[in-house]
């Protein structure tokens, strides 16, 4: 329902939460992570074991929505940090 809404914003978020279907969700979830996979960086002032830490955790993020990476990508992605 959208009458609760007060702005234009609201209502538009709350029609895309109703009318977007699981796919469309699962898409964004994994445009998202590719996007975060490809441009992984280490963080000022991060240690190298918070970044191995943070990149490890993506890639469980990465396997449970259905994206997978071959470990010599994995690894070189992790290099480049």
Same mark, same amino acid.
């Given at each position: 329902?959208?009458?609760?809404?007060?702005?234009?914003?609201?209502?538009?978020?709350?029609?895309?939460?109703?009318?977007?279907?699981?796919?469309d969700?699962?898409? $964004?979830?994994?445009?998202?992570? !590719?996007?975060?996979?490809g441009?992984?960086?280490?963080?000022?002032? =991060?240690k190298?074991? +918070?970044? $191995?830490?943070?990149f490890?955790? !993506?890639?469980?993020?990465?396997i449970?929505?259905?994206i997978?990476? =071959?470990?010599?990508? +994995?690894?070189?992605?992790?290099?480049?940090?």
């Amino acid at each position: 329902m959208v009458i609760p809404c007060t702005t234009t914003k609201e209502i538009w978020d709350r029609l895309k939460e109703l009318y977007s279907t699981d796919e469309d969700v699962e898409h $964004f979830i994994q445009t998202l992570l !590719l996007s975060e996979f490809g441009a992984f960086q280490q963080k000022p002032d =991060e240690k190298l074991i +918070q970044a $191995f830490d943070r990149f490890n955790h !993506l890639l469980s993020k990465m396997i449970k929505n259905g994206i997978g990476r =071959e470990v010599i990508e +994995q690894m070189v992605t992790f290099l480049m940090v």
